[in-house]
């Protein structure tokens, strides 16, 4: 195996002795430095790149692969391989109203949350169609209506970047005032009862989906647990968790990422909580053989400042998930005609550089990378991520001599703009694309 070594001072490259050196373009570059915007001063960036073969094996480039960086979004790739290899690319997540008793009328109806990051006011997956089941059950007036979100230990807001992860999340919900779930400035004025005026809204807003059913509502909203005499009355499921992800990973949806976090440490036996869930997704990544020295993860979106990863710990995940592609039942895929044809899940849930957003689809597809590496004949598959002072893109990248290559390419520690940061990291992915 060829490793390439180098030490970083400044952005300037010095290979270190024996090493091969590094392909012109990338030294160049990495000597270079990113470039300031107009009238800005250059600047100086950690940086850390790895870049592996995934046919060979071969590490072709290790700069500071090993040193520890703040990776922003590219967090998000953690929890959404681990719900990918624990529950399957073909899970749904079910929410679902209970009840007991028989008849047009039911003295107690239950909202019981699966942590659905997808679940929504109206739609397919709904409150809405929720109500619309209840109706076509033949119910005509309830009683009590009780939400169950005990699935979660209980509602919480994150430390750092005060998302709200709760069991019974609505996407789309309006709390009072018009703030959404992801408003991080109006839960920092509701906090700390922010998680109970959150589940009194998501009630008043089945009551509300029940009455425009046709459904009378003659009691009121309360937190509790589903009975164990209590059976389905309506059930709505999220899309397979593939497309779940894709939907989350593709625009990096913070307030959706959480949820997949705390989605990783529900079991038969217990809730999830914020530290259960973080230690499910660091066992997962050490399962796996990811190298989990610098590695520390907050939470599940990245915008926690105290996130760390090295980019041995992302192409170590980029690893696994092109080697293990989870093919539907059936099939029978080399890893690398999966990914040629588009058949690993964890791979299509990812960013896709040059769609360009002419049509909807091509800018779902391409999500954050839509208009990066647009007409630019290469293949680039990966996730984006950028805060203040950091910025990281990591994913899988297709050379012009036809090579699968993963990367990850991680920059923190600058005082200049993202933008800036985003645009070195093109030059940088489009010269390893020619060297290779």
Request: a positive charge.
């Amino acid at each position: 195996m060829h490793i390439r070594t180098t030490s970083l001072i400044f952005t300037a490259l010095v290979c270190s002795a024996g090493a091969a050196p590094l392909p012109t373009g990338v030294q160049a570059l990495l000597d270079r430095g990113p470039l300031p915007s107009a009238g800005q001063t250059a600047r100086r960036v950690h940086v850390g790149l790895l870049v592996q073969n995934l046919t060979t094996d071969e590490r072709l480039l290790d700069v500071r692969a090993g040193d520890s960086f703040r990776p922003a979004s590219n967090t998000k790739l953690a929890a959404a391989a681990t719900l990918l290899y624990t529950l399957g690319p073909q899970h749904q997540f079910e929410t679902r109203l209970v009840a007991s008793g028989q008849g047009e009328r039911r003295e107690r109806l239950t909202l019981v949350g699966s942590g659905d990051p997808t679940f929504t006011l109206s739609g397919a997956n709904s409150l809405a169609a929720l109500a619309r089941q209840v109706m076509d059950a033949g119910v005509k007036e309830v009683g009590n209506l009780v939400v169950d979100d005990t699935l979660f230990t209980r509602p919480w807001l994150l430390p750092d970047n005060e998302e709200l992860v709760s069991a019974v999340r609505v996407a789309d919900l309006r709390l009072p005032g018009g703030a959404t779930p992801r408003d991080a400035g109006q839960f920092r004025q509701l906090a700390p009862w922010t998680p109970t005026l959150y589940v009194s809204s998501v009630g008043a807003a089945l009551k509300a989906a029940l009455e425009g059913a046709g459904v009378k509502v003659t009691g009121r909203v309360t937190r509790g647990r589903a009975g164990q005499d209590e059976a389905n009355v309506a059930t709505v499921r999220s899309a397979p968790l593939s497309e779940v992800l894709a939907r989350v990973l593709k625009p990096s949806d913070n307030a959706a990422a959480e949820q997949l976090l705390a989605l990783t440490a529900v079991s038969a036996t217990g809730a999830s909580s914020p530290a259960l869930a973080r230690s499910s997704v660091t066992a997962f990544l050490g399962a796996i053989g990811v190298n989990r020295a610098g590695v520390l993860l907050v939470d599940g979106s990245g915008l926690s400042r105290n996130d760390r990863l090295t980019p041995n710990a992302v192409v170590s995940l980029l690893r696994f998930a092109f080697r293990t592609p989870l093919l539907a039942s059936g099939e029978v895929l080399t890893p690398l005609d999966a990914f040629r044809t588009h058949r690993n899940p964890f791979v299509e849930a990812l960013a896709v550089g040059g769609t360009g957003t002419a049509t909807r689809e091509a800018a779902l597809n391409g999500g954050t990378l839509a208009t990066r590496f647009v007409n630019s004949g290469l293949d680039v598959r990966g996730k984006t991520g950028t805060i203040i002072g950091a910025s990281a893109l990591s994913g899988y990248l297709v050379t012009r001599s036809g090579q699968v290559l993963a990367f990850s390419l991680l920059m923190d520690g600058y005082g200049g703009f993202g933008s800036e940061l985003r645009a070195y990291q093109d030059e940088l992915v489009r010269a390893v694309a020619e060297a290779y």
